[in-house]
């Protein structure tokens, strides 16, 4: 991630599918590599020259790692784009038995290469997906030009038109916004219709959050969670159901990066609760800050 961004940012500008995986680990520079944190979404967000979005997943279980693995290769694939997929040291290094799949169930990947010259150009774009052709280099009559130079709209000509450059960048950031459309609604795991307080949390927390969010509850508290897997483009009903709640508390690894997510696109009122011990969350961690946040 520190020493490859500006190939990332090759890969966004010529819309090649990629898949970063990144196993986060305390830092910053060499930290604590054998410990977990959950310090670079934001480096995911935004950690690149220009704008340049990518979308970005979280896996919450060893065993969702295969899940989002294969998630992330079909949307890169299905949207040519590099696909961001987060992890980290607790994931890596746990286990947990895990079903083997059955292939024919899981969803379809295509690979659709470009073969037919007539009318091809590099950037002409699906009218749902916004995706470009993909050519194998070297396919006769398929010949063309791409690298990191602003392009031309369609040609993939270098262009230093200023109105292109915006062209290209706000149709790129549009293709990105628009797989919301393939992320499943927000499941909230307690009260669906609102209460006195979500957790919400991304990531290896899963585990540790639903459990106390379980024991509090038991307690005949109105306390829910919300776990998100799809980092970007976010669900796009997560603001909606997060209003429901009288309170939001974030529960990350990090300083706040999520918080700061949902506090500027929803302009939510949420407060953070963060650990940054290269250490997951204790369930009693949570469920005394889930107490306090009802208390407060």
């Known amino acids: 991630m520190n020493l490859k961004a500006e190939a990332v940012g090759l890969a966004v500008k010529t819309e090649l599918p990629l898949i970063i995986t990144d196993i ?33 997943i979280a896996a ?8 989002c693995a294969y998630e992330a290769v079909r949307l890169a694939l299905k949207y040519m784009t590099p696909v961001i997929l987060l992890t ?5 290094n746990g286990a947990e038995p895990w079903l083997l799949p059955d292939v024919d169930r899981l969803p379809e990947i295509k690979v659709e290469f470009r073969t037919d010259p007539e009318g091809f150009l590099p950037y002409l774009r699906d009218p749902e997906t916004l995706s470009r052709p993909w050519a194998v280099p070297g396919t006769p009559g398929l010949e063309h030009r791409i690298g990191g130079l602003s392009s031309e709209d369609k040609t993939g000509n270098i262009s230093y038109s200023p109105a292109n450059n915006e ?13 919301a459309r393939e992320v499943p609604p927000t499941e909230i795991f307690g009260d669906a219709d609102g209460g006195d307080l979500v957790l919400l949390g991304w990531g290896s927390t899963y585990g540790s ?3 106390a969010v379980k024991q509090v509850r038991g307690k005949g508290k109105r306390v829910s969670h919300i776990h998100i897997r799809y980092l970007n483009p976010l669900p796009s009903d997560l603001g909606d159901q997060l209003r429901k709640f ?10 706040g990066q999520l918080l700061k997510l949902i506090r500027a696109d929803y302009l939510i009122d949420a407060v953070g609760f963060n650990k940054i011990q290269g250490r997951p969350f204790k369930v009693s961690e949570l469920a005394n800050r889930i107490t306090r946040a009802l208390e407060g």
């Open 24 to 56: 986060q680990r305390a830092g910053p520079s060499t930290g604590m590599p054998t410990k977990p944190e959950q310090a670079d979404l934001l480096a995911a967000m935004y950690g690149r020259h220009g704008e340049s979005p990518i979308p970005v």
């Open 167 to 179: 062209l290209m960048v706000r149709t790129r950031a549009r293709k990105i916004a628009g797989i």
């Open 246 to 255: 009288k309170k939001v508390l974030v529960a990350e690894m990090n300083m």
């Open 209 to 211: 959050i639903r459990e």
């Open 88 to 92: 980290d040291g607790q994931l890596a």
């Open 60 to 67: 919450t279980t060893p065993a969702d790692c295969f899940d």
